[in-house]
């Protein structure tokens, strides 16, 4: 485990990290060493009992994950945290922006989810980005990692010259919400018009509407906190409708569940308040009910 994931220093620490776990296990250098490690490095055989500082530091730049590459829409989404790990096995997976399989670190573990129905020898891939990312920000760093994705919403969006302008719009607003979380009402106010302006943006467009579902997310927790559960539900309706591919995942659907759930406790229907924390669960990723009540206990 690493810090600061973008630091030279943190680098240095994971290749420190790998060349200890080397030390202990030598066999283990052939699983290492046969992952990517840039285009311009020949695949040459590294002696059994050599480590190779330099290879794992360029290998370490190709393959780590970091713990902080999605967003969650819960309180901790504005803070994001700094680790940084290499794991072998999940660095075969490619990337896809809509990605059939999410990842969720817990520590230094990895567990990796089917995000959709995966058919017997068909690829699974990771998003090794937050899909949520604007599309030249996502284009920009795809290209460092010497590739292209070509999924539907980078094809969609690559089509999209509203893309950018959308982008801009939705920037404004978060950074808005970033310094006002705490004042739902006057986020509301900022909020309702930049919601007409981006869904107006996607008036010629029929597939992941990925910025309008976010404003819907913000804007019904918003409305929850300043107890308008109707509108909230209504809302978060919305956002059900727009986001059912597995981009859901990434739009943290578990924690929305969660929100509306509290929104018909306060209008006493208990009835969808217990199917909504179940979809809650069913969409948490979580092995049983205690470890969703363990992740979510803040908000039940
Ligand atoms: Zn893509």
């Known amino acids: 485990m690493i810090r600061k994931k973008a630091d030279t220093a943190a680098s240095m620490l994971q290749v420190i990290h790998?060349?200890?776990?080397?030390?202990?296990?030598?066999?283990?250098?052939?699983?290492?060493?046969?992952l990517y490690s840039g285009d311009s490095v020949k695949d040459e055989e590294i002696p059994f009992g050599i480590i190779d500082a330099a290879r794992?530091?360029?290998?370490?730049?190709?393959?780590?994950?970091?713990?902080?590459?999605?967003?969650?829409?819960?309180?901790d989404q504005l803070e994001k945290t700094d680790d940084a790990h290499l794991f072998i096995l999940?660095?075969?997976?490619?990337?896809?922006?809509?990605?059939?399989?999410?990842?969720?670190?817990?520590g230094d573990v990895m567990v990796v989810h089917a995000a959709a129905d995966i058919k017997k020898g068909?690829?699974?891939?990771?998003?090794?980005?937050?899909?949520?990312?604007?599309?030249?920000?996502?284009?920009?760093?795809?290209?460092s990692w010497k590739f292209e994705c070509h999924c539907q919403l980078c094809e969609t969006d690559s089509k999209d010259k509203l893309c950018f302008k959308r982008d801009r719009?939705?920037?404004?607003?978060?950074?808005?919400?970033?310094?006002?979380?705490?004042?739902?009402?006057?986020?509301?106010?900022?909020?309702?018009?930049?919601?007409?302006?981006?869904?107006?943006?996607?008036?010629?467009?029929?597939?992941?509407?990925?910025?309008?579902?976010?404003?819907?997310?913000f804007l019904s927790q918003m409305y929850a906190d300043i107890d308008n559960p109707l509108k909230s539900i209504q809302y978060f309706e919305e956002v059900l409708t727009l986001v059912d591919n597995p981009l859901k995942y990434s739009v943290n659907i578990a924690f929305?569940?969660?929100?509306?759930?509290?929104?018909?406790?306060?209008?006493?229907?208990?009835?969808?308040?217990?199917?909504?924390?179940?979809?809650?669960?069913?969409?948490?990723f979580c092995n049983n009910k205690d470890h969703f009540k363990m992740r979510f206990s803040r908000f039940l």
């Open 56 to 75: 794992m530091y360029r290998i370490g730049a190709f393959n780590r994950f970091a713990s902080d590459d999605h967003m969650t829409l819960n309180e």
């Open 18 to 34: 790998a060349m200890e776990q080397l030390q202990k296990n030598p066999k283990r250098a052939k699983e290492l060493y046969d």
């Open 256 to 284: 929305g569940y969660i929100t509306i759930a509290q929104c018909y406790s306060r209008i006493g229907n208990n009835q969808k308040y217990n199917e909504m924390i179940q979809k809650a669960y069913e969409f948490s």
């Open 169 to 217: 719009i939705f920037a404004e607003f978060f950074k808005y919400l970033k310094a006002n979380k705490s004042s739902p009402k006057k986020v509301i106010a900022k909020g309702e018009p930049i919601l007409k302006k981006i869904r107006e943006t996607y008036s010629d467009r029929n597939e992941y509407k990925i910025r309008l579902a976010e404003m819907l997310i």
């Open 90 to 106: 999940p660095s075969y997976f490619n990337h896809s922006c809509i990605a059939n399989a999410y990842r969720t670190c817990y």
């Open 122 to 143: 068909e690829e699974i891939y990771l998003s090794y980005i937050c899909p949520l990312t604007e599309y030249s920000k996502r284009k920009e760093t795809l290209n």
